[in-house]
């Protein structure tokens, strides 16, 4: 059996392929890393509002909305819930049916729940990765915007 022939196409072979890879690299530059998300994006003022008309949301934990200085309205998520004692907004679930408040929470003041997406089991009611807009005062989150599901 002869086997240069094979072997020589299989140089010729990979000579080309080595030829046109080396033809298609050239010396061109390395192609540009993706842009991240923060070059993508249009820079914000200190509204909020993007340069390009939009405006930016930033969503807040219970605990980082009870440790924000500035006055204004914030959009806070987490568990949505009242077990008959009042609606409560909590950063934490407890392991529990119906669930259970758990960690950080804000007593949430002037909230219509018509509407919402609520589930009921119990006499309790929530939502989980409720989002709500309001104002927050100490351990209250007085609401001024509509919530809605994350």
Do not use: F
């Amino acid at each position: 059996m002869n086997t240069a022939r094979p072997r020589l196409l299989s140089i010729a072979l990979v000579a080309a392929l080595a030829v046109t890879a080396a033809a298609c690299g050239g010396d061109t530059e390395e192609p540009a890393a993706a842009p991240t998300a923060e070059e993508t994006l249009p820079p914000a003022d200190d509204a909020g509002d993007a340069a390009a008309g939009g405006t930016t949301m930033r969503v807040h934990s219970v605990s980082e909305a009870k440790a924000e200085t500035e006055e204004g309205s914030l959009h806070v998520v987490g568990l949505l819930i009242d077990d008959g004692s009042g609606w409560r907004l909590c950063e934490a679930v407890l392991e529990s049916y119906p669930p259970q408040c758990g960690g950080e929470s804000l007593a949430v003041e002037g909230l219509d729940p018509d509407g919402l997406p609520l589930e009921e089991d119990g006499g309790v009611r929530w939502q989980t990765d409720a989002t709500v807009v309001g104002e927050v005062d100490g351990h209250t989150l007085t609401v001024t915007g509509s919530p809605a599901s994350s």
